[in-house]
């Protein structure tokens, strides 16, 4: 029994509409690709996004301060990702790329800072 999906790969340009034909053999059709069939496994076993967002920051010019996932973490986990960080206060200065995280939601995947933010002065 077969259990079509189909999905946009984001991992090139090109874009790729693929289907991803599932059952007892998971197979990909549309990749352009070897990434492109990668993707394409993966997202119809486990599928991942990276999660972009803002957490507050005290003594900074900005109160808010772009962060995002490492790397994907699971669709079930995004809303516990999110929860995690709703109430988060961090202070300035931070650089980008500084880990505001670790191990968020219990993912493995640490949350990092997106943009340099100096102390107010």
Request: glycine content about 6%.
């Amino acid at each position: 029994m077969s259990d079509d999906k189909t999905s946009l790969c984001i991992r090139c340009p090109k874009g790729c509409r693929l289907t991803l034909l599932t059952g007892e053999d998971i197979k990909i059709k549309g990749h352009q690709c070897k990434i492109g069939e990668e993707y394409g496994k993966k997202e119809a076993i486990e599928p991942e996004r990276v999660v972009p967002t803002t957490v507050k920051i005290l003594g900074a010019k900005w109160p808010r301060l772009p962060v995002r996932t490492e790397k994907g973490v699971p669709l079930d986990k995004i809303e516990e990702v999110i929860d995690e960080l709703r109430d988060l206060e961090i202070n300035a200065p931070v650089k980008k790329g500084d880990i505001i995280v670790k191990n968020v939601a219990d993912t493995s995947v640490d949350i990092i800072s997106e943009r340099d933010m100096e102390v107010k002065r």
